[in-house]
């Protein structure tokens, strides 16, 4: 009964490849987050979702392309990896009037060799 | 250009005694701010908040301090225990600018009570 999950929860691959990051919150929120923690453990937005409608996009590159089928999920697909792109991503979710309290997933650690 | 700043990266406290941990941010429009706590292999999970109409919140053995004069808020856990030892990041928003669902976190503090 996890609130927000997200796999893979590990995930190693190789420079070049395209792979993707699911999430989903059984919370009934309304808005939904990737968060991304790099090695300096900086925690920063890439993207928020409000009823699957993309509310921020930070300055992110767009080899990220987050897709929300429906409220309750948020994917996060990268393409063309790079090393630099490795890092602890967080999903989240809150309710828009009530945004700032959001609840995150475990994180997925991904690291491009 | 970091916003939220936590300048002590680790704080050792006994358990027991009080552990103070503290926030400084720089841009004036942000109005709410909150403290989540994070334990190794998980995400964050929300601590407490404080509107910035308010100068203390408190809940339980934890209590938020905001002066919005001096841009700094403080996160005050007494009496410290050990399972409180996790980092600890402070985070804050502008709700009046529309982007109230953005959150601007510090770099986090590593709290370790000991026995």
């Known amino acids: 009964d996890t609130a927000v999950s997200q796999t893979p929860k590990y995930l190693v691959t190789q420079m070049g490849n395209d792979k993707s990051i699911k999430c989903e919150q059984n919370?009934?929120?309304?808005?939904m987050y990737w968060y991304k923690q790099d090695s300096k453990k900086f925690l920063k937005i890439m993207f928020s979702?409000?009823?699957?409608?993309?509310?921020i996009n930070e300055t992110v590159p767009n080899r990220f392309s987050p897709k929300s089928p429906d409220k309750a999920h948020l994917n996060l697909h990268i393409n063309s990896l790079e090393l630099g792109d490795s890092a602890v991503y967080f999903c989240?979710?809150?309710?828009?009037?009530?945004?700032?309290?959001?609840?995150f997933g475990q994180g997925t650690r991904l690291t491009v060799v | 250009d970091q916003q939220v700043k936590q300048n002590s990266p680790s704080l050792s406290v006994q358990e027991g005694r009080i552990s103070i941990l503290n926030c400084d941010y720089t841009?004036?429009?942000?109005?709410?701010f909150l403290w989540y706590k994070k334990y190794p292999a998980e995400g964050p999970t929300f601590l407490i908040s404080?509107?910035?109409?308010?100068d203390k919140n408190e809940d339980g053995r934890f209590t938020v301090f905001l002066n919005k004069s001096a841009k700094h808020l403080s996160l005050h856990i007494v009496p410290s225990q050990p399972g409180d030892s996790a980092v600890y990041f402070c985070?804050?928003?502008?709700?009046?600018?529309?982007?109230?669902?953005?959150?601007?976190f510090g770099t986090g503090t590593r709290l370790q009570v000991t026995l």
């Open positions: 979702y409000n009823n699957k409608e993309l509310i």
């Open positions: 989240a979710s809150s309710q828009m009037l009530q945004g700032q309290k959001a609840f």
């Open positions: 985070a804050a928003s502008a709700r009046t600018t529309g982007t109230a669902s953005k959150l601007t």
């Open positions: 841009n004036s429009m942000f109005d709410y």
């Open positions: 919370l009934g929120h309304d808005t």
């Open positions: 404080i509107s910035s109409i308010k």
